[in-house]
């Protein structure tokens, strides 16, 4: 799961700022532990790398898209930290280390992803109140819409409802989209927005947005499948085990990684009117299709059948 390199220089942006916006962090010493612990543990900031990308794609000299980014990485470093808890996924290794309720108990684990989720909308306010117009208005609907209810928490619940319970495709697509697609296209629309797209252009890279954040919960399904706790910092095969509704469980490994191609076309096709702009965008669509690879020891992935049995109909 290498990085392409014109990606590279996004993600050192977003990691540079990430610690210099949490060191001026103000609260009380262990909470501000654990939020550290958690943000600074290696994530890939897909999120952050793409406000930054989307934003790149249109003229410079606009407002930092930086700590837009920031803010994003912060609410989707809280959804993990509540994704892992006893009470939702019950998990114990996050970005390669043990989960945050496992390093500092429950309560703390819950309030630092509260904190974390607060801070990112006081960023954005503060950041963005001077630069006129509605804009820091706008950054703040946005992700306040990507999420709530209708978003990223609606999904989380969705996904619940539908655990050890019979789901259609079109449930999943769904779930995956409320839960993991609405924070990613929330980060091109955030980006794009900052780079003053007009509104064609977002209309694209919202399609783009909702492919990619599809495709890259599709490519999250199969890595529990065919990954290793080494590989993805965090247990694999748990998703079958705890009977999730996934796109391997629906369609098996091979189909879904036909399904993860075409959501990659798909995004493609959304960007191509950007030509060599849409550059850095193309290269995140190429890595997340390409995120279930190498496969285990160079073999192909082995055919599936869709579970039945763990999926009781309601
Ligand atoms: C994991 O997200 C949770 C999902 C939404 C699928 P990432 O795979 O982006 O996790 P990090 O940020 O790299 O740890
Ligand atoms: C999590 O989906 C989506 C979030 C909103 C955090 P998963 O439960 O599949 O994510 P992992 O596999 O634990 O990272
Ligand atoms: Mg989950
Ligand atoms: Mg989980
Ligand atoms: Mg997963």
Do not use: W
Not at 32 to 61: D, H, I, N, W
Not at 193 to 202: M, N, S, T, V
Not at 261 to 267: D, I, N, Y
């Amino acid at each position: 799961m290498q990085y392409p390199e014109i990606l590279d220089q996004y993600r050192l942006r977003a990691e540079q700022g990430l610690k210099e916006i949490f060191d001026r962090s103000t609260g009380p010493a262990p909470l501000l532990q654990a939020m550290g612990y958690s943000l600074f543990a290696g994530g890939k900031r897909v999120r952050p790398v793409l406000v930054l990308a989307a934003c790149e794609t249109f003229a410079p000299g606009g407002p930092d898209p930086l700590p837009a980014a920031c803010a994003i990485e912060y609410i989707h470093t809280y959804s993990l930290i509540h994704d892992d808890l006893p009470a939702m996924d019950n998990d114990d290794f996050r970005r390669g280390r043990p989960t945050s309720h496992k390093a500092f108990g429950e309560a703390m684990a819950i309030l630092s992803g509260d904190a974390l989720l607060t801070e990112a909308f006081g960023l954005v306010a503060r950041s963005y109140r001077d630069a006129g117009g509605s804009l820091a208005a706008d950054l703040l609907a946005e992700l306040a819409m990507a999420a709530g209810s209708a978003g990223m928490v609606g999904g989380q619940v969705l996904d619940t409802l539908y655990t050890n319970r019979h789901a259609s495709q079109s449930d999943v697509e769904t779930t995956h989209g409320m839960k993991t697609g609405a924070i990613i296209t929330a980060a091109v629309r955030c980006g794009a927005i900052l780079g003053g797209a007009d509104e064609d252009e977002l209309a694209a890279l919202t399609r783009y947005g909702n492919r990619i954040g599809l495709a890259f919960q599709v490519a999250d399904d199969v890595l529990d499948v065919v990954g290793s706790r080494e590989s993805l910092g965090k247990t694999a095969g748990k998703d079958e085990a705890q009977g999730k509704s996934t796109f391997p469980a629906l369609l098996g490994l091979e189909r879904s990684l036909g399904y993860l191609h075409r959501l990659s076309t798909e995004a493609h096709a959304a960007i191509s009117r950007f030509g060599v702009r849409g550059g850095a965008l193309a290269a995140m669509a190429e890595f997340i299709e390409g995120m279930p690879e190498p496969r285990p020891n160079g073999r192909a992935i082995p055919h599936a059948t869709p579970r039945t049995a763990a999926h009781r109909a309601p």
